[in-house]
DNA sequence: GCGACAG
DNA sequence: ATCTTGTCGC
C-alpha cells in the first residue's frame, strides 16, 4: 500500500478514453454532445467520507502533462492517500475542449488510488460548459464518480458580483438556466465557480466546498492536487534538465 | 467582423 | 495553463 506523499511516475499518454485516434476539435465536440446525456445531475447517496481533488499542469513546451489527485476524510480533512502520473500532452488547450487535455491523465491517477472518494472535486467547469460537458462532467462519466466542477474563472454564464463576505453566493446563468454558482470562499477574494459535474447535485455543492476549505481560497484537496502535480513536474523537469 | 474564452 | 518583479499583508 502506498502512503500519503508518495507518488508515481508513469507513462500515461496512451489509451485515451475515447480511441485509439487522435481527435480534431471538431470530432472532439461531436463526442461531447454525445457523452453529454450520459452526465445525471442526482443528489449523493450521502454525505461524503472521502473528498478528493484533481489538478493537472503541463510543461512549457506543452509536451507533457501531469495529473494528481489527493483524497482526504471528511468533513475531518485528513490526508488519506494522492496519486500522481505524467504522459504525453494528448490534446492542446481549446475553449471548451479542456477535457480532451486533461481527463485522461486524471483518470489514470485516480486509477492509482486504492479507494475511490465518494467525490471528487475538479479544476474546471461541470455542466457549465457550451455543451454541458465540462472537465468535471467528463471525467465523471470516464471514472462514474460523483464529481464537482470547481473553477477559479467563468467560462460562460452570467451572474452578479457575490458580497464580500466569505459564504456569499450568486447564480450563474446561462440560456435561462442555473448552471452553476459563485460562490465567495475567503473575505475579499476573487470568488470560485462552482457546477455540478456528474451524480451530484448544485444544492449540496456550497457546503460540501465550504467544509473543504481550511483558510485559503481553495478547498484543501484541489490545493493539494496542484502541489503534487507541479512537485511531479518539477521532478520530471530535475530528471531531463 | 468583434468580443469572450475553464486550464 | 505559463512567464514574470516587486509588493503588500499576516
Redesign the pocket.
Known sequence: MKQAGDFYLEAAGEGEPWGERPLGAPEARAL?EVLRQRVRLTPLPRRPRLVGGA??????E?RLIFGAVAVFTYPELELVEEAAVSGLCPF???????????APILAAACRRLGRAPDLLL?????V???RG??????LGILLDLPTL????????GEAGEPDAAQGSQTALMWQEQVVGLVLRTRTGVKP??LSPGHRCTLEEAVDLVMGCLKGFRLPEPLRRA?RL??KL?AHCRSLTG
Open positions: 461531447q489538478d493537472a499542469v503541463c510543461d512549457r506543452e492542446p488547450y481549446r475553449t471548451g475542449l479542456l477535457s480532451f487535455r486533461e475538479v479544476d474546471g467547469q461541470g457549465a460548459h457550451p460537458l465540462g472537465l468535471a462532467s467528463h466542477g470547481v473553477a477559479k474563472s467563468r467560462l460562460l470560485l465557480y496542484d502535480s507541479r513536474r
